[in-house]
């Protein structure tokens, strides 16, 4: 199993920070390098506890479809959206926000376990751990814009 960590700073409402991070439309905004759009379930506004959303986006060169789930939320301070169909072995990717003295932390933790046994364990060490931790930070810097915009 494979864990990434990453922490972000906004100075903005903890719920506009929140809603952000749920917004399928501005995923959508923030995945435009990787052509990622909404295919089904929840496909624009925001995504609850329990809802779905397919995302089908391009990544090395191939399209791939995800499908994940909302399986925890509790508003405005954390949920879980897990994969439920995709290329992983198993994906979850946890979203905390904790309200500090003028800003609102926001802690990203992505576990994922890669299919293919060694083969996998190869590609995930060579490239796909940097390419999604570039995609996270991306993802970050574009919510960031968004959330702290007046």
Same mark, same amino acid.
Request: charged content about 35%.
């Given at each position: 199993m494979t864990t990434i960590k990453i922490t972000t700073n906004y100075f903005a409402p903890i719920e506009k920070v929140f809603d952000t991070n749920r917004n399928i439309d501005i995923h959508q905004q923030s995945a435009s390098k990787t052509k990622e759009v909404a295919i089904a379930g929840i496909t624009s506004g925001l995504i609850n506890k329990n809802e779905t959303v397919t995302w089908k986006g391009k990544h090395f060169g191939v399209y791939l479809t995800h499908q994940s789930l909302i399986s925890e939320m509790i508003y405005? =301070?954390? +949920?879980? @959206? /897990? #994969?439920? !169909?995709? #290329? +992983?072995?198993s994906f979850k990717h946890q979203h905390f926000f904790e #309200? !500090? $003295?003028? +800003? &609102? $932390? &926001? =802690? @990203? &933790?992505? $576990?994922? /376990?890669t299919p293919y046994g060694i083969f996998g364990t190869l590609f995930d060490k060579i490239v796909l751990k940097k390419h999604l931790t570039n995609f996270i930070l991306h993802r970050n810097a574009v919510l960031k814009n968004l959330a702290e915009k007046k």
């Open positions: 405005p =301070t954390y +949920f879980i @959206d /897990e #994969q439920l !169909k995709g #290329q +992983f072995k #309200q !500090k $003295e003028n +800003f &609102v $932390e &926001v =802690t @990203d &933790v992505l $576990e994922y /376990e």
